[in-house]
C-alpha cells in the first residue's frame, strides 16, 4: 500500500457544484495532515491544515478520519478558479518519537466548467 | 514576512553538462530546506533537506547533490546530467525545527535534458 493514495481524476464538474475528494494514507501514527493546491506548471500552494476536529475556510472543509485513515476536501459551490490539482500531505511517523518529512500524494485533478 | 527565490525557472540542458539551480530565502533564520523534484504526471519527490548550514540529508540515490553554503541558500547541483533528471525542481521552507509541519514553496525550475 502506498504512503498516500489519491484518486487522480480528474474531476469535470460545473460551476456551482458540490464536490469531494478522499485521500488514504497508510502510517496509522500520522500527525500532521494537509492539502496543497497546484496550478498547472506552478508551485504548490497550502490550502488548508487538517485537524482530527475538521475544519472549514470559506466553501472549503477539510475532514480527519483517522480510524479509517483517510482525509477529505469538500469544495462548495464550485468556482471557474477553482480548477487545479489538490495533493494531499500527510507527515507519517517513522520511529523513534519523530516524525518525517512530509509526503506528497500524486495529486487529484479538478475541471470546474462554465 | 517570509519569502523564497528560486532561479531559474526555465532551462534546457543538453545530456552530460552541469547543473547549478539556487534558493534563497528572506525573512526568517534558520529555516529547513528542502529540493523536491516533479516529474511528468507523477508525485513531488523529496530529494535533499537541511536542517542547517552544511547538514544536507539526501533521500534518494541519485547523480544530483546539494549544498547549503549559507543560512538562508540552498543549492542543488550536478556534474553531468542525466536524460531522467528532467523534470520540475522546487524548492521549499518550513519553520526551523519542525520537519512535519507545512512547507512553503519557491516558484519552481523546469528543466529539460535533451
Known amino acids: 500500500r502506498k504512503e498516500v493514495e489519491q484518486d487522480p481524476g480528474p474531476f469535470n464538474v460545473p460551476e456551482g457544484a458540490t464536490v469531494a475528494f478522499n485521500c488514504t494514507y497508510s502510517?496509522?501514527?500520522?500527525?500532521?495532515f494537509f492539502w496543497y493546491r497546484q496550478d498547472c506548471r506552478k508551485e504548490p500552494k497550502l490550502l488548508m491544515s487538517v485537524y482530527s476536529s475538521g475544519n472549514e475556510d470559506g466553501r472549503f472543509t477539510a475532514q480527519l478520519n483517522r480510524a479509517s485513515q483517510y482525509i477529505s476536501l469538500l469544495i462548495r459551490d464550485s468556482k471557474l478558479s477553482d480548477s487545479a490539482t489538490y495533493l494531499c500531505v500527510v507527515s507519517p511517523y517513522r520511529g523513534g518519537g519523530s516524525q518525517g518529512n512530509l509526503i506528497f500524494g500524486k495529486g487529484t485533478k479538478l475541471s470546474v466548467k462554465p | 514576512s517570509q519569502t523564497i527565490h528560486q532561479w531559474p525557472a526555465t532551462l534546457v540542458q543538453p545530456v552530460g553538462s552541469p547543473l547549478s539551480l539556487e534558493c534563497t530565502v528572506e525573512?526568517?533564520?534558520?529555516?529547513?530546506l528542502y529540493w523536491y523534484r516533479q516529474a511528468a504526471g507523477r508525485g513531488l519527490q523529496l530529494l535533499f533537506y537541511s536542517v542547517g548550514i552544511g547538514q544536507i540529508s539526501s533521500e534518494v540515490p541519485q547523480n544530483l547533490s546539494a549544498s547549503r553554503p549559507q543560512d538562508r541558500q540552498f543549492i542543488l547541483s550536478s556534474k553531468k546530467l542525466l536524460l531522467s533528471d528532467s523534470g520540475f525542481y522546487l524548492c521549499?521552507?518550513?519553520?526551523?525545527?519542525?520537519?512535519?509541519?507545512?512547507?512553503?514553496f519557491g516558484s519552481g525550475t523546469q528543466l529539460s535534458v535533451l
Open positions: 525573512g526568517t533564520s534558520n529555516p529547513n
Open positions: 502510517n496509522s501514527a500520522s500527525q500532521s
Open positions: 521549499a521552507w518550513s519553520t526551523p525545527g519542525r520537519t512535519n509541519e507545512k512547507l512553503f
